[in-house]
Each structure stands twice: as C-alpha cells, then as structure tokens.
C-alpha cells in the first residue's frame, strides 16, 4: 500500500471543564449540554466524509482539543467504532487521547485501550503545584504522577507528557525540577513548549511586559537545558518542540511536517489533502446548526500552488532534525539547490545549521532563531545570490546585533 493512499484523521473535542488562562485554542468550558449536539455533528460528518475516501486508508487518528478525556471514553469509543465500520482504519494505526490528569478515570482508560486507542498524550506542563494554580490549571503534580500509573495499569505503553517552560516566576530550577520529575515518571514521548501570550487570554491581559515573565534569554536557556537533558535520558529531539525514545516519535504529527494528507473534523479542524487545505468554523454553535441543516461550515479554504507546497517543504521540514536534502529538495521545487546551500553554510558558520549525510537541519541554537532563518532562507532561494541581498544582510546585521547566540551550558541537574 503507498504512502500517498494513507491519511491521518483529526478530531478535535473543544469541551473542558474549565479554561486555563494561557489558553486561545477552539474551547468551550461549562457547555457540557452541547455535547450530545457535537457528537451527532461528528458522527453525521463522519458518516458523510467517510464513504467519499476510496482507496486511502486511515494510519493514524488524533483526538485533540480541548479535554478530550473530559468528553468521556463513551463517545470517543462511538467515533473509533464509525471511522472503523467503514474497513478503512488500520489496525497498525497510532490512535492518539489527549488528557488532562484531573480527568483520567480507570474505567475510561481500560474502555479506551480495549477500542484501540494505544498512545496518551497528558497535559502536565508543570511539576509546581503553585505554578499550576497561576496559569489556571485544574490539577497538581501528584494527579500527574497518578494518571500516568493508571495508563500503565490499563496497559497503555506509548504515553506523552505535555510540558510548558517560561511560565511567569519560573526559574531555571524550577524547569529542571519538572523536567527531573518528567523523567522519572518513564514516558515514551516529552513536548517542551515555550510560553506564548496569545493576546485576549487572561496571562496576556496580566503578565505582559512584567518584569516577573522570564526574558528571551531565559526561555533559550529553558529550552538548551531541555534538549541536553532529554538527550543524556534517550530522548531523541525530532521536531522543534518535540523528543522521544526511539519509536515513539508521533506519527500523526509526522504527518503535519512531512507534508502527509490528514483530514480533521469538529470546530476549527484543519484539512490538507493535496493541495488543497481548509479548516472548520471555530463557533462550536455554528459547526453544530451548520452540519445538522447542512449548510457551509467551511471557515478558510486554499487552494496551493505547487510553489507553496514546495515552500512549505522548506517552512516545515527544517522545523524537523531530519531537516531538508538536495535530491528532495530539487524534486519539489524543481530547481537548483546551490542558492540555499550556500546559506545554509552561512547558518552553519554561525553555529546555527548542520550538515550529515547530505541532510541539511538546524542546531538546538538554529531552532531558537528558526522563525527568523527560515525567512532567510525563503528570500534567499528566490534570489540570485545571497551575499548580494540587501535585506539578507540586515538581517544578519540585527542577529549579530540583537539577538545573542545561545550557547550550550552546563547541566543543572546531573
């Protein structure tokens, strides 16, 4: 069976019990009256979608949201059994929950891994009690600790903790005390993500600016001491934000930056097959009425060029450690590749790119300024030579200038 007949599925679950205050993702706390609504939409989307899908098969399903968990085994279990009705889910397929620890159950988790669900993402983002209360979650460590023994019991392997680092008053002690007691804790999978005040949240609204938010340079030390550590501990960084042991990477997220078809559905879900990409209104409200009357629901529709694509190749695969390659590169762009070598050996003169086996991808140092080198290197590979680029330069300039390089440091921890 190709790659190409393959396709993830999202669904996203926008329910939670309640909003935590860093939170601007498609979310709806106290409206658990609306569920039943959503689960018909989904099911009737499903059973619409599904039939349309010949010859592509589905390897990976992700519930994402929201709280899943919090949505209940029952009805993550009646979607699984409608996407395997159809004989198009693959019984190798990783089948991804996403859970907060206050709501894991024994009986959910054992009803879960009975349907086929066989990896857990859970949001622990922090090991200070204290720290959790102040960005709004409704857990402590000790819950953490606890949901994780109850996946194990129920026979789950593949478990991912969910961590955030740059949280406001937190201290690089603090992070290595998470990250040590994440480690303990034996998961297969760690995402280490960077606060980010999204503006109209309640840690926007207080903690912009304050001097108690830890600086650029805190967050890059944060993040350097993450990937050292993980890395002495078997954790394979894979993506920007993302390490695991060997095997475990997340295969459906996989799909996200190796440009892979995935097909969502629910309020905000995103689609991309081919060429073509389109996500879901946000209006949980409007995604509901829409399904049921059967009227557009489609909030953003574009169709890419082959350019796009090519450039997203770019965007995404340096995101990744397995970076870009010559002979890839030349496939999808269908042009030469010296252009952006020879940035890409400017990066590494700096420190901040690497070569192996004709792969080239970012160093830890070249991912926390990947926003600004990607953008290089998308002005460059339009340019006929990249030494005579005015606004190449200036940046280069206001890097050298503004931003300091981030240096590998000694462990914390040992």
């Known amino acids: 069976m190709s790659e190409d007949k393959r396709i993830g ?15 601007d993702f498609c979310s709806l706390p106290g409206k658990e009256k609306l569920m039943p609504h959503y689960q018909d939409a989904i099911l009737i989307q499903l059973q619409e979608t599904l039939p349309q899908m010949k010859d592509t098969f589905i390897d990976s399903v992700y519930f994402g949201g929201g709280t899943p968990s919090y949505y209940g085994s029952k009805r993550l279990v009646e979607i699984l059994r409608e996407l395997k009705v159809t004989n198009r889910l693959l019984k190798d397929s990783e089948i991804t929950v996403e859970c907060n620890p206050d709501s894991v159950r024994r009986r959910d988790l054992a009803e879960l891994k009975k349907e086929g669900v066989n990896r857990l993402s859970i949001g622990a983002q922090c090991a200070d009690d204290e720290l959790l209360r102040l960005i709004g979650r409704r857990h402590n460590w000790h819950q953490v600790e606890l949901a994780v023994r109850r996946a194990r019991a129920a026979g789950f392997k593949n478990i991912s903790l969910d961590l955030i680092y740059g949280l406001p008053s937190q201290t690089r002690e603090d992070w290595a005390d998470t990250l040590t007691k994440a480690l303990a804790l034996k998961p297969a999978h760690i995402s280490c993500y960077g606060l980010r005040l999204e503006e109209g949240t309640p840690l926007y609204e207080e903690y912009l600016d304050s001097p108690i938010l830890p600086t650029e340079d805190d967050q890059a030390d944060m993040y350097l001491y993450a990937v050292d550590l993980l890395e002495r501990h078997g954790f394979r960084q894979y993506e920007i934000s993302n390490f695991s042991r060997p095997g475990y990477e997340s295969r459906h ?31 949980v409200r409007e995604y509901i009425s829409g399904v049921f009357a059967e009227q557009n629901i489609i909030d953003e529709k574009e169709q890419l060029t082959d350019f796009d694509r090519a450039s997203e190749y770019l965007m995404l695969g ?76 200036e940046a280069f300039e206001a890097l050298g200038k503004k931003v300091p390089l981030p240096v590998a440091q000694e462990p914390y921890l040992n």
């Open 9 to 23: 599925v999202y669904i996203h679950i926008p329910f939670c019990a309640s909003k935590c205050a860093y939170c």
């Open 253 to 283: 997220n996989l799909k996200y930056w190796r440009l892979l078809d995935y097909i969502g559905f629910g309020a905000s879900a995103h689609s991309n097959i081919g060429l073509m990409r389109y996500s879901y209104t946000r209006n």
């Open 318 to 393: 340096m995101r990744t450690t397995w970076g870009i390659s010559r002979e890839e590169y030349m496939e999808v762009y269908q042009s030469p590749f010296d252009r952006l070598e020879e940035t890409l050996r400017v990066f590494r003169d700096n420190g901040w790119t690497q070569e192996k086996d004709g792969r080239w991808s970012f160093t830890p140092g070249g991912f926390l300024l990947s926003n600004v080198l990607i953008g290089i290197l998308l002005e460059s590979q339009t340019r006929e030579k990249f030494n005579a680029n005015p606004w190449i330069r």
